[in-house]
């Protein structure tokens, strides 16, 4: 009733205003007839117009590298997938030719005890490669030695090595057997593999390839059943203390026996096709690197 009052009145005065000749009147009864309605007329409350609520921040989440899709021969992959979470990050030393052979030292002093002595070629005709730790001191450069207990570390001469890197990866995976190439960090190949035994497990580790061997144009003349091709890594088995009377290095080789492949067959090599292991080793260098996940 007071609204209809209000508005009633209000009215009343702007008829009026129109004969008057001063407007002033009109004007003041009109802001105090629109404040009474304000007043007495209200609707619910509504959001500030004053108050501008933010917009919700979308916080993107991390990104996860997929694993890669398991297929059953070494086929190029066009898949995106990026180098895993695990991948070793170290880079590796090459023994400069001009030295016939590599002292590794406790410390970072050549007054220190010497660990190891090593051939340079060697272990065979390539040139001599040491896994680096990324560490250096006082014109040293720490490496990992090639012998048991796997991860021994030394120290060599920074003048007596030229430390590189590499983009090249093999992951091997123990549960899915299956070696992957990543080359930039990208899948570039997969293909199936063989493992050890039980007894002779093929141990989970991070290593580079110290040696690569081609039958048809290597030097060196190894036996039959290791297929057309070999990655020697600078790592070992963990059971076995030696292996026809040499260090028990771990190798990613070929085979006579593709009917076994996919399974627990071997001392602790990863055993692989010879027409896979061909394909990766168009893309695998010295000093490539390997990791072994369960």
Known sequence: MRCLQVRFSRRVVIRRGLHCSKGLHLLVFMVVAMILLGSSCSRPEGPSLSMVEPEPVITAGPTVAPSPDAVQQATPQGSSDSTPEETPTEGFATAIEAIDQITIFSSPSEESSQLKVLSNPGPFSGPRILETTGQSDNGFI???????????????????????????????DLSDREATLFVDGVVTLSAPVAIGTDETPTPVLEAIIDVVWDRKTSEENFGAFYGSHLFGLNQHSEVLQSFDGKRPAIAIHGTTQPELIGLKVSNGCIRMRNEDIA????????????????
């Open 142 to 172: 720490e490496v990992v030695i090639p012998v048991l207990p796997n991860k021994s570390i030394g120290w060599v001469m920074a003048e007596n090595v030229a430390v590189s890197s590499t983009d090249q990866l093999i992951v091997v």
């Open 279 to 294: 394909a990766f080793a168009e893309y695998v260098t010295l000093g490539t690197r390997v990791l072994i996940i369960d």
